[in-house]
């Protein structure tokens, strides 16, 4: 029988009880639908997919698939690669799951059955006017801190630009797959430490110097941010190690003995050869 997707009911009741936001359950219900919906364990879910499915930014796609993929509810069979897309599967094991679980246990009150019964329904559901207060201001604050960090998130293509021009649609096209598809967890900060680096280099080539860099960077399972700086800053020591031309001395020895000037015949006969060579 085709047209459903089988969802074993533990599967749903362990859901419905997590803590889960809207983003990674609507995240689930693809993955389901591409893998249980077809018979198979794991399928190629790229985030472009996932953004045109469920209407949601790229950015919060991103952070959501990784959420889903650290918190253990789902697995990565397949690492995402220039030529090929990250492979998601569905982590059955729900005794692995980070996620909190939104029901609790039936807590033990410290009134009698008596003074229970005596205890109205307005009274357990009462906020004072401060609580509330409270809380929209504390709600005011967490939207007014979420733009700010957006605001201050990196921009690679705004970075490259300043130093370089405008860049070529083959390195946008690079940035896109590098923030969207690769495993750096914090990509655009990534890129930028790169670019960065490139503006210290000034290469002939900045578009081909960053390309290799970050793919340097992704065969080195240099991830984060931390772990770029860190690789660079030991890079850095090593170049300073090796001793540079100018470091060597050019004073002369102390043995030395200036040679006698040529004689005038001397000259004339080193001019005469010089002449007779074939080049």
């Not at 879910?45 to 509810?73: C, H, M, P, W």
Request: proline letters at 5%; glycine letters at 2%; one cysteine or more.
């Amino acid at each position: 029988m085709s047209g459903f997707t089988k969802v074993y009911n533990r599967i749903l009741e362990e859901v419905s009880s997590r803590k889960f936001n809207a983003s990674q359950l609507s995240v689930l219900m693809i993955v389901w639908r591409m893998t249980y919906g077809f018979n198979r364990e794991d399928h190629e879910l790229a985030v472009n997919y996932f953004v045109q499915a469920t209407g949601f930014s790229k950015r919060n796609i991103q952070d959501t698939v990784n959420s889903l993929i650290e918190g253990k509810v789902l697995k990565e069979t397949q690492q995402a690669s220039f030529n090929q897309t990250r492979k998601i599967a569905f982590n059955k094991n729900t005794d692995e799951w980070l996620f909190e679980s939104r029901t609790t246990l039936p807590q033990v009150k410290d009134c009698s059955p008596h003074e229970e019964e005596f205890t109205s329904p307005d009274e357990q559901k009462f906020t004072s006017p401060g609580e509330e207060s409270f809380t929209h201001k504390r709600k005011i604050k967490e939207i007014s801190k979420e733009k700010d960090d957006q605001m201050d998130k990196p921009i690679p293509e705004a970075l490259y630009e300043k130093t370089f021009g405008f860049p070529t649609a083959v390195l946008i096209s690079d940035f896109k797959y590098w923030i969207e598809e690769s495993q750096f967890q914090e990509p655009e900060a990534i890129i930028c430490e790169v670019i960065k680096r490139a503006t210290l280099e000034k290469p002939k080539f900045p578009a081909k110097y960053i390309q290799k860099s970050v793919q340097r960077l992704l065969e080195l399972g240099l991830f984060t941010l931390e772990a770029v700086k860190n690789y660079n800053s030991k890079f850095d020591q090593k170049v300073k190690k090796k001793k540079s031309p100018q470091d060597i001395s050019l004073e002369r020895p102390s043995h030395w003995v200036e040679p006698e000037p040529l004689t005038k015949d001397e000259f004339c006969r080193m001019k005469e050869l010089e002449e007779e060579l074939p080049y």
